[in-house]
């Protein structure tokens, strides 16, 4: 028989977060990212998420951006993906020519707002798949700021 506790903590990484502060916490995601860095202090996602597309891929970063509006949609936000390329946003996705994070690879900060950094959008695709399962709980919740890289 499981126990309740762990069984919430496995299914809601965010859950998790708040039930952890003294640091020992990390972040249950499907795949496990290769590292994961844990940061001082906590993000709160609001409702209205505005997402930014940047980098050396625009149209590929506007795409993974359009799709992350999509199943954000999902779990109780209202995002909007923003045309602007300058300006401040809570999300921003983007590609980088920096080839040293392969095909699949990316990085993921949540700090005082969140980026996804990949060469490729296949890389973006894997960062915001881990920024979904971060923010499973919905708007509103707090998660742990965290730095993340596979």
């Known amino acids: 028989m499981f126990d309740l506790k762990v069984m919430v903590m496995l299914a809601c990484p965010v859950f998790a977060a708040s039930a952890a502060e003294a640091g020992s916490w990390k972040p249950v995601l499907d795949p496990t990212p290769s590292k994961v860095n844990i940061l001082a202090g906590s993000y709160r996602p609001k409702v209205a998420l505005v997402i930014k597309a940047a980098g050396v891929d625009i149209p590929a970063a506007k795409r993974a951006a359009r799709t992350l509006a999509c199943e954000l949609r999902k779990q109780g936000f209202d995002p909007s993906v923003s045309n602007a390329l300058e300006g401040r946003a809570d999300v921003t996705l983007s590609i980088t020519d920096d080839l040293s994070f ?49």
Do not use: F, K
């Not at 960062?127 to 890289?149: C, F």
């Open 102 to 150: 392969g095909e699949q690879g990316y990085r993921l900060m949540v700090g005082d707002t969140i980026s996804i950094v990949a060469a490729t959008d296949e890389g973006l695709a894997a960062g915001t798949h881990a920024l979904l399962q971060l923010l499973s709980a919905g708007p509103n919740v707090r998660i742990r700021r965290v730095r993340i890289e596979d």
